[in-house]
């Protein structure tokens, strides 16, 4: 009874007649995500709102969105953003600060500031997804041993052949050190020191001639698929038909931002409750992202939580999107310069 009460509390909140004819626009990522976000998040709403969503794609990262701020010609109300990004974005002043007083309960009746993961609540936004970089192999390839550590991507002798990752300094500089003996919990207080720094430069160097590096998630599947790489590093969602290896995974969340300026800020805080209660991040599980509420979490089968990087945040470390908002830069220079290197 508890939870018809609530469900009912957030549809009458979101009453046709009180927001129709009115326009948001919502921007993400696209691809099979947006789609999962589109079939959980935006279609409820507009059903039970009555507001037309303008749900668009972008490519990451804040430099349009500095574009609209700086100008005042803001056009977009809400935007999904990696935490990464969200961190340098919030300290820019390019999103409004967000009071979590106006979520609702989960629908097991718990209240939202215990219902959600406590990271999950930022200053400038709120979660929507846990995901994670983590690395994976093709059964087809990859033989009767089985990688199972961070160490088993790093050894050429174990596992021949190449391995795909992600042209970037960023987790390639964190699993360099785990696999060089660095226990996960103190990984940026090593990558913080020039010792470091070349401790982790200096692993890299053992796999570099048989990496190939790409660009996009999109490649790192392709390159499974046809077994051009016996490992791959990408995206969890982007994983879900090779076998994922979780030690060292780099969990991290995205999470829906207001855009500093918008003429719409109450009715982006009424999709953002919306959006993120218990029923609809459940429903990223199509694509094997995991709820930001326990509530969430409990609407899955235990074999559908499994497939979550929340069932194996202890295997794992939270990328430090601090760290990497004040040395990315330097880092990313270090990285670029090092893959010239003969």
């Known amino acids: 009874m508890k939870k018809i009460v609530l469900a009912a509390s957030l549809v009458a909140s979101l009453t046709v007649s009180s927001f129709a004819q009115e326009t948001l626009t919502v921007i993400s990522f696209g691809g099979d995500y947006g789609k999962a976000q589109k079939k959980h998040m935006i279609d409820p709403f507009v059903k039970q709102s009555g507001v037309k969503v303008f749900f668009d794609d972008y490519k990451g990262g804040s430099a349009e969105l500095k574009a609209q701020v700086s100008t005042g010609q803001v056009k977009w109300d809400v935007i999904d953003m990696e935490y990464v990004d969200l961190e340098k974005a919030c300290n820019e002043n390019l999103l409004e600060r967000i009071d979590p007083s106006f979520l609702p309960k989960g629908d ?8 959600f993961y406590p990271m999950a609540i930022n200053e400038c936004a709120i979660g929507n997804i846990f995901w994670a ?4 192999y093709n059964e087809k390839f990859i033989g009767d041993v089985k990688p199972t550590t961070m160490n088993d991507l790093f050894d050429l002798k174990k596992f021949p052949g190449k391995r795909a990752l992600k042209k970037r300094a960023q987790i390639n500089l964190e699993w360099a050190l785990i696999a060089d003996g660095v226990a996960a919990k103190d990984v940026y207080d090593v990558l913080e020191t020039d010792e470091g720094i070349k401790r982790a430069f200096a692993k890299l160097d ?16 392709q390159l499974l698929n046809d077994g051009s790489v016996i490992l791959a590093q990408a995206a969890n969602g982007r994983l879900t038909q090779f076998t994922v290896v979780w030690d060292g995974q780099a969990f991290d969340l995205d999470g829906w931002a207001i855009v500093k300026g918008t003429k719409n800020l109450e009715l982006a805080k009424k999709f953002i409750a919306s959006s993120t209660s218990s029923v609809p991040l459940s429903g990223m599980k199509d694509v094997n992202y995991g709820p930001t509420r326990k509530s969430g979490t409990k609407l899955l089968t235990a074999e559908e939580q499994n497939k979550l990087p929340t069932a194996h945040l202890e295997e ?23 893959l010239l290197k003969k």
């Not at 097991?108 to 219902?115: C, F, I, W």
């Not at 970089?133 to 994976?136: E, G, N, R």
């Open 316 to 338: 794992g470390f939270k990328v430090d999107s601090g760290f990497w908002s004040d040395y990315g830069t330097e880092l990313n220079e270090k990285f670029n310069a090092w």
């Open 133 to 136: 970089t983590a690395f994976a």
């Open 108 to 115: 097991d009746g718990v209240d939202a500031k215990d219902d």
């Open 206 to 221: 053992t796999i570099k001639d048989s990496v190939i590096w790409f660009d996009s998630w999109s490649q790192a599947p």
